[in-house]
């Protein structure tokens, strides 16, 4: 018999009585429900269970039923050797790009992440429940409403999974068993005989390439818990514990580590004692609020499935207390090898667009887990702005690791000039959803501040006084090459320094702080204007126009999210809009990715033009997503939608689709409330309920056969209302209280 690559480690499973009868968690279904014949054979085809701290995917691996079990702060967190030293300098990097010997600069930086292998993000372990007397399940439900993965077997056996929605627990209950079963801890294995090459950070390094020893696993009558040891100080601990009653086996699993004061053999043994009943309620009291946070309908099945998919995910990705949702959240990779792009943070845009729909759909709760992390890691950002940049302020890497620590990378973007004026955007956005003036005077400006503060120190002014970046860049335009350099500014780094001293000065002026607003205001003034083509379409750079197929739309960042460019400012804004858009179309998809095209139905909204927002995020859902709704980058259907076939998971196109849907249904971003602003012309019968407009609005709406019958704004903070009636097009003003229904239609 060929020895598996796995390290199986299981225990003998005795007969036990309990008093207590366990029943099956009772569930609603929905027409948005995943629904499979069997189980996927692929770990990221697995049904998707978390609580943004644990999460787990379920799956068949050869002949066993498989948990691929995470969590969130499983990390490798080695220091970069490179990232330090003399050179570790921005004014260093500048000189070898005047004397056009970047190799170097590429040596340091760029070659450490594609080839080390840490720091990074980690696997947890695996639960497994063989499947030799089972047999393989006639139907696998992901019952959306409760957050719960069901499986059924012919002859009658049941199994029901959950992730506590707020302890780092999982659940598992089979009934009706017809044979004896027995849990099997899967460890990763790190440590095996042999070598290992080095590989694409996008396929994933192999485990052992780390150096840990292999962790202990300790068999307890009823329990397992495996405790590995990782680099330097840190630890995590993997424990299940069960019960079997009769014909039924129920248990409870949990990860945990040495960052944190939870302990996993703890966590599921006072989750056994709670029962699963009352987990069970606890877990439903939360999805239940979550999702009565907002609502839509639409009239098109595959964009309604796909968007209460993408915001089941994202409830299970974030909470307030949280981390930032990564790469790949709580869902990390169980093949033997570190995650793609190792599970880190992207703050080139993936971090960015996994947020989007964190404020239209009402879930700004949630979304304070990315906002606290920031606030939190403000020290390590200030450390590495001076450091790398000489500057007081703030800046924060573009790729980093959990704590916030630079990773290195392709550093035009990894180690951005600008990359801290997207993350501000959400600060600001924060504020001008809720209306929350404590949140504006404690946390918005003083970021934003902090930002524009070394924004100011790090950018010149020429003899023309204009302020500029000495060399300039666009994340992923021309790789990480020398000519990724740009001599003027590129329409990227000019967009985000625009939005960030207008922004400022904005929340200045908010608080009374007029010589501090007016300052922003003029270092806003010195800006050049935004470069374009002749056809009035948005460049790269002046004299680098749009003039192939490109996945990240960096030099159109000015329409979206920004909104410095905006159809609402008149015929030029417009003009450079459509055109902009137009260019996009006309090179084509062929090196797109998925979430591309979440992005582009989004700057379609934006422009209005639901056709085609609705167009491109289909697309998204049937091209480029597996069948659990996972997003891969890579066109799936072998329909020509782009020429990157493969398939490495990441979030940020799931949660840009449900971003894409929410700018179609409502639009506030100019201080204007627009209803059903994009959306197109046959969607008849549509409606949404409770999504949030600037201001802390709650906008529900109904339209039926064409026309919009129902239009009910709630005011949380009494601001003043400004909305476009959708029966005759004219703008209509409110004086509001706080806690007051406007009741349109």
């Not at 890497?397 to 990378?409: A, D, Q, R, Y």
């Not at 120190?457 to 006084?465: A, L």
């Not at 992005?599 to 997503?625: D, I, P, S, V």
């Amino acid at each position: 018999m060929k020895l598996k690559t796995l390290l199986l480690l299981g225990c003998t499973l005795g007969m036990m009585s309990c008093n207590n009868s366990i029943d099956l968690c009772p569930v609603t279904a929905s027409d948005s429900d995943l629904t499979f014949p069997s189980l996927a054979q692929s770990w990221d085809e697995g049904v998707p269970l978390g609580n943004a701290t644990v999460g787990a995917l379920v799956w068949q691996r050869d002949s066993t039923l498989r948990f691929s079990l995470d969590r969130t702060d499983l990390w490798d967190l080695r220091p970069t050797d490179s990232l330090s030293g003399n050179n570790y300098r921005f004014a260093w990097v500048k000189q070898q790009i005047r004397k056009k010997d970047y190799l170097p600069v590429q040596k340091k930086f760029d070659w450490p992440y594609d080839r080390m292998p840490a720091p990074s993000k980690i696997p947890g372990a695996s639960l497994e429940f063989p499947l030799t007397g089972l047999g393989e399940p006639s139907q696998v439900r992901l019952y959306l409403n409760n957050a719960l993965c069901e499986a059924t077997w012919e002859d009658g056996t049941q199994m029901q999974t959950f992730v506590h929605a707020t302890e780092p627990v999982g659940w598992f209950i089979f009934k009706n068993l017809k044979t004896e079963l027995k849990p099997v801890l899967v460890t990763p294995v790190y440590n095996k005989a042999g070598t290992s090459e080095e590989a694409s950070p996008v396929s994933g390094q192999d485990l052992q390439r780390l150096g840990y020893e292999q962790g202990t696993v300790t068999c307890k009558e009823n329990q397992i818990v495996y405790h590995q040891k990782g680099y330097g100080d840190f630890s995590y601990d993997v424990a299940v514990n069960w019960k079997q009653q009769g014909n039924t086996l129920y248990g409870t699993w949990s990860v945990t580590s040495s960052l944190s004061t939870d302990q996993a053999d703890k966590e599921a043994g006072e989750a056994m004692q709670r029962g699963v009943k009352q987990d069970y309620q606890a877990h439903i009291n939360y999805w239940n609020h979550y999702w009565a946070q907002s609502s839509i309908t639409l009239p098109d099945a595959v964009l309604q499935k796909q968007y209460q998919n993408e915001m089941y995910k994202f409830g299970s990705a974030t909470r307030e207390d949280s981390y930032p949702i990564s790469l790949q959240a709580v869902w990390t990779a169980d093949n033997g090898k570190l995650p793609p792009w190792k599970g880190d943070y992207h703050h080139d845009l993936n971090t960015q667009l996994s947020y989007w729909p964190a404020y239209i759909g009402n879930h700004l709760t949630e979304g304070m887990g990315y906002l606290n992390t920031l606030w939190n890691q403000r020290d390590t950002y200030k450390r590495y702005t001076r450091q790398y940049f000489e500057t007081e302020g703030m800046n924060i890497p573009g790729v980093c690791t959990l704590t916030g620590e630079p990773m290195g990378g392709w550093i035009q973007y990894a180690m951005s000039q600008t990359v801290g004026a997207w993350l501000a955007q959400h600060f600001y956005l924060h504020w001008k959803y809720s209306a929350d003036r404590d949140f504006l005077k404690e946390r918005a400006y003083p970021f934003l501040k902090e930002v524009a503060t070394y924004m100011e120190q790090n950018s010149i002014v020429n003899e023309k006084g204009v302020r500029k970046l000495e060399f300039s860049s666009s994340p992923e335009i021309y790789d990480n090459s020398l000519q990724a350099w740009f001599p003027d500014m590129t329409n990227f780094d000019l967009s985000l320094m625009h939005f960030l001293f207008e922004a400022t000065s904005e929340l200045a002026g908010e608080l009374g702080m007029e010589s501090e607003a007016g300052h922003w205001e003029e270092l806003k003034k010195q800006l050049p204007e935004f470069d374009l083509d002749k056809e009035g379409s948005l460049t790269f750079a002046k004299g680098f126009p749009y003039n192939a197929s490109h996945r990240h739309f960096s030099h159109a960042l000015a329409i979206h999210p920004l909104g410095v460019i905006d159809w609402s400012d008149g015929e030029k804004a417009q003009s450079i809009i459509r055109a902009t858009l137009k260019k996009l179309q006309d090179y084509g998809p062929d090196y797109w990715t998925g979430y591309t095209y979440s992005w582009f139905a989004n700057m379609q909204a934006r422009a209005f033009n639901g056709e085609e927002a609705a167009k491109a995020l289909r697309t998204f859902a049937e091209c480029f997503c597996l069948k659990n709704t996972f997003h891969v980058n890579g066109d799936q259907s072998g329909t020509g939608k782009s020429k990157f076939t493969y398939r490495p998971f990441t979030l940020e196109g799931n949660f840009a689709f449900a971003s894409g849907i929410q700018e179609m249904l409502l639009q506030s971003h100019t201080g204007v409330i627009h209803v059903f602003p994009a959306i197109p012309e046959n969607w008849n019968d549509v409606s949404f309920e409770n999504l949030r407009a600037m201001g802390a609005f709650l906008v529900s709406a109904i339209r039926k056969d064409g026309k919009v019958t129902k239009l009910r704004i709630y005011s949380e903070k009494g601001s003043d209302l400004k909305i476009v009636s959708p029966t005759d097009g004219k703008l209509l003003q409110y004086k509001t209280q706080p806690g007051e229904w406007i009741e349109i239609i």
